[in-house]
T-cell receptor, first 111, second 110 residues
């Protein structure tokens, strides 16, 4: 298995633009997580899905953030409109319970 | 509200010595604890875990200790190797809630 795949690896965008981050989880995993890593707060859980259904989105910072999982092999995290304070590394992870397997992350820079 | 805390942002250890990374938590509902290791420009990778019904779990050079009364866990690496230099994240799980600490950057000096 190729592991969790995220795209793009790097994204630079201007304030106000829409940003879409993509994730393909490991086949057979029924949990999918989106995290944001910052120096101040470490790894913050934004949202997680179980069997494609959002279970806990309490970590989503505000309405500008949205996430979808239309099927078991694909998820998106969208920021609209983006702001400079959204600059961070965003990780997707999947699991079948227990330990999570992380993707390589998307480094987002909003100027 | 930081439910999982790693109060030491960094740690330096000589090669061959023991590295001890600490983690404190506040939620008594956590029943599963994990340590992840992260190299630059990569995602975290799972290292070792412990269930709340245990107080120790060992895997090669890595041992995790859990003290439920103190709400404290620690990761021991012995002997430490230069390849262990990375950021280590503590994580806790209630089954439907997941929290990570802010990480401790370990440097093992050759």
């Amino acid at each position: 298995d190729a592991g969790v795949i995220q795209s793009p690896r790097h994204e630079v965008t201007e304030m106000g633009q829409e940003v879409t981050l993509r994730c393909k989880p490991i086949s057979g995993h029924d949990y999918l997580f989106w995290y944001r890593q910052t120096m101040m707060r470490g790894l913050e859980l934004l949202i997680y899905f179980n069997n494609n259904v959002p279970i806990d989105d309490s970590g989503m910072p505000e309405d500008r953030f949205s996430a979808k999982m239309p099927n078991a092999s694909f998820s998106t995290l969208k920021i609209q409109p983006s702001e400079p304070r959204d600059s961070a590394v965003y990780f997707c992870a999947s699991s079948s319970g227990g330990e999570q397997y992380f993707g390589p992350g998307t480094r987002l820079t909003v100027t | 509200d930081q439910q999982v805390k790693q109060n030491s942002p960094s740690l330096s250890v000589q090669e061959g010595r023991i590295s001890i990374l600490n983690c404190d938590y506040t939620n008594s509902m956590f029943d599963y604890f994990l340590w992840y290791k992260k190299y630059p420009a990569e995602g975290p990778t799972f290292l070792i875990s412990i269930s709340s019904i245990k107080d120790k779990n060992e895997d090669g050079r890595f041992t995790v200790f859990l003290n439920k009364s103190a709400k404290h866990l620690s990761l021991h690496i012995v002997p430490s190797q230069p390849g262990d230099s990375a950021v280590y994240f503590c994580a806790a799980d209630t089954g439907n809630q997941f929290y990570f600490g802010t990480g401790t950057s370990l440097t093992v000096i050759p």
